[in-house]
């Protein structure tokens, strides 16, 4: 053999796939291909029920967007349908700020131990399952024995009926999705914050300029960059996550403002087991999910410096 | 050193106050129900001492004692291990191939494994459809399959093999190494930061799994303990009393010393829930950062 004729099947070796090597690669990644083509890819074609008439015994005959309209026609699913965008409108005006103004302050704190213990003790929650932090609340609450009760009772009021309030559950709600990841949210911002060149900090001092001024002009345009990011990543997950809390705190008395779309959805699927409605219901939701997702993607690519997308 | 202006002395003064009572807003819920859980004394009117009138570790013991408690404990116990340590192998594993750059098909893993199940999903009544069809309704293998696999810590793992220096690699295979040999003998006793920190993070999430739980799993023997903690707290307090009193005195105490609720039960299983959460604490912590990247990295 010449060297031609080696370098030729050298690179012919190159270009083919299945070499030895790769086929062990291959096999390598097998077992997550698999989990995420049974778990994930078989169902999406399920969607289909949601123009199915689909009994327990299964497929009945199409119906076309009939399941759909007899969910739009009920008064339940818009009363989920609204909930869970006042819990995403709450989200924004109160559970995305805090942690900005929680790392503003925090960034203010000169003592290093007690910066450090703070944040150890704020940032645990956020590793707590929402069971045991809706169980936290609801025994902190409750009307007979709760602590706030106990205090609001010391100094002579009468006890409130928090949980069997559904005026205020949305506050409620607002308050233990803080309480949870006030902390944890907050350690990106204290990241960004430290990355702040100190000199700009100088100048402004030397310009006169006081502290109110020097977050104004130097702190805030800072970070501007990671809230716009994080703001715009949130749109694609703000439907999420919300069946573990309200599952647990949702009760008949509290349910009107309780209740969202995934406990709905669960409800008149598992429980009631009408699964072509709450398929129906489920891929409206999926849908405004992805438009979301899209949105984010698009608008991603106009506030990360490099113009990255989620996508 | 800075002059510092009366106005920002009492700035700071202030601040460091408001977190002070921060962290007591923090603190309180959880001081609260360890006191409850940890008290059988009969409370009077009004005691809003956070100390047990009356300590005993009375609750710890039902939970130790009453099957329908520690048995759901036992069932998460099995599934955070069981889980924890099957998805660190398959995501260490198959990321290893994800990290492979000149490997055709690369895109396409990316693709397959994180970007369409991100966009596209069957949601839960054909997934619900799915696992009954494969028999798995009541089965633990319903809580741990499923959430095996996960694009997610594959590609942080990934970015991690990706920083380890290629010439390692390299003379092993020169001397002739194939690559699961590489890859088993180099790459992963290298990888420990990164397979610790997602251990830690599949850990607490196996121990912490509800809804798939709530979803699938029928009979109470089965329940993890974050289902059973959720009945324990929607049970009403004065109903269950009667039955814990019953329980108290097969236990032979006596009533009129103490007083018992089903709250103090679900207080000391909210406690015992949390515990594993604050021992791997410390170890979580360090391994922030690379948390928050989870959400945050493209493939």
Known sequence: ?????????????????????????????LPPLVLYYIFRYVPMP????????????????????????????????????RNSWVFVAFGYLFVTPSPIIFALLMNEIRIKWYKKSVQTISTLPHFITWVVIAGLFIQLLSPSTGYVNLLIRFFGGQPIFFMSNAALFPWLFTFMRIWKNVGYSSIIYLAALSGIDPQLYEAAVIDGASRIKQVW???????????????????SSVLAGMFEPIFVLKNPMNRSTAEVLDTYIYSIGIIQGKFNIATAVGLFKALISMFLLFLANFLSKRVTEDGRSIL | MLKRSTGEKVFNIANIIFFLLFTVLMLLPILFVLKQSLD????????????????????????????????????????????????????????????????????????????????????????????RALGFIDRFAVLIIPAMASGWYMILIRNYYWSIPNSLAESARIDGAE???????????????????????AGVSFWNTFMAAIIYMRSPKKYTFPVKLREMILLQNDKNTQEMEERLMAMGLDLNEIAVSSDGLSSAMM???MVP?????????????????????KG
């Open chain 1, 1 to 29: 053999m010449d060297t031609a004729t080696t370098r030729r099947s050298y690179k012919r070796n190159q270009k083919k796939i299945l070499t030895r090597t790769n086929i062990m690669l291959y096999l390598m990644i």
């Open chain 1, 46 to 81: 399920g969607i289909m029920i949601g123009f199915q008439q689909y009994g327990l015994s299964g497929f009945k005959y199409w119906v076309g967007f009939r399941n759909f309209n007899v969910a739009f026609s009920t008064f339940f699913f818009w009363e989920a349908f």
């Open chain 1, 217 to 235: 002009h130097i702190t805030l345009p800072g970070i501007r960059n990671t809230i716009l990011v994080l703001v715009v990543l949130s749109f």
């Open chain 2, 40 to 131: 059988v004394g009969i409370q009077g009117e009004l005691n809003i001492s956070l100390i047990p009138k009356k300590f005993s570790l009375l609750y710890y013991e039902m939970v130790l004692k009453e099957e329908s408690v520690y048995r759901p404990f036992l069932n998460s116990v099995y599934i955070t291990i069981v889980g924890t340590s099957s998805s660190l192998l398959v995501n260490a594993i198959g990321a290893y191939t994800l990290s492979k750059r000149e490997l055709p098909g690369g895109k396409f893993f990316i693709y397959f494994l994180v970007i369409i199940p991100m966009l596209f999903g069957g949601g839960l009544i054909p997934t619900y459809l799915l696992m």
């Open chain 2, 179 to 201: 690559e699961f040999t590489v890859f088993f003998r180099i790459i992963l006793p290298l990888a420990k930061p990164v397979l610790a920190a997602i251990a830690l993070f």
């Open chain 2, 271 to 273: 406690i015992v829930s």
């Open chain 2, 277 to 297: 959460i604050i021992l791997v604490y410390p170890y979580l912590q360090k391994h922030f950062a690379a948390g928050i990247m989870v959400g945050s990295i």
